[in-house]
């Protein structure tokens, strides 16, 4: 009588630090301008990001994994609605977690003072990040044509908790 064996294969536990959300500071600012230029055709300046992290209704996280940067993204809160400014992932990372990561940050901090919810555009070409938005509770709600302006690409607009008409 042969035996078969039951259930999948017992995987090895890997030595992968664990993905840390937390606010971001200027001594961050090198790495996360290091994923910025690797992201973007037209990517922020050191300026605009402390500007960013200077206002008052701002906010600006990074993923580690371990000592290193990961992935960053900023946010800030205009008359009750959080507008998702910028999500980035270093490319070794992505599909692994961390912009979803990231995003339930933003909405455990941000959530309580979002009476109107939260906004966002991302470039209609983008699948993987309209993937995740969807999954995270983001809806389309319209398109501006035009809107990148590295190649007039058009921006799908999602909210998540709100729309205008709300306010």
């Known amino acids: 009588m042969s035996r078969a064996r039951v259930g999948a294969p017992r995987r090895r536990p890997t030595s992968r630090p664990e993905t840390v959300v937390r606010e971001m500071r200027v001594a961050d600012m090198a790495n996360v301008l ?17 500007a960013e992290l200077g206002r008052r209704n701002g906010l600006g996280l990074v993923a580690t994994d371990g000592p290193d940067v990961v992935g960053y993204l900023m946010a800030a ?11 980035s992932v270093r490319r070794p990372q992505r599909g692994r977690g961390v912009g979803e990561a990231l995003l339930r940050a933003l909405l455990e901090r941000a959530e309580p003072q979002a009476p109107s919810g939260f ?17 995270m509770g983001f809806v389309d709600h319209g398109v501006r044509r035009g809107y990148y302006s590295d190649n007039g690409e058009d921006a799908l607009v999602m909210w998540r908790g709100g729309t205008p008409e709300d306010g």
């Open 34 to 50: 290091g994923i910025e230029r690797d992201t973007y055709p037209v990517p922020w300046s050191r300026a605009m990001f402390l």
């Open 77 to 87: 809160e205009q008359a009750g609605v959080w507008h998702v400014l910028n999500v």
């Open 119 to 135: 906004t966002l555009e991302v470039r209609v070409s983008n699948d993987p990040a309209i993937r995740l938005y969807r999954r």
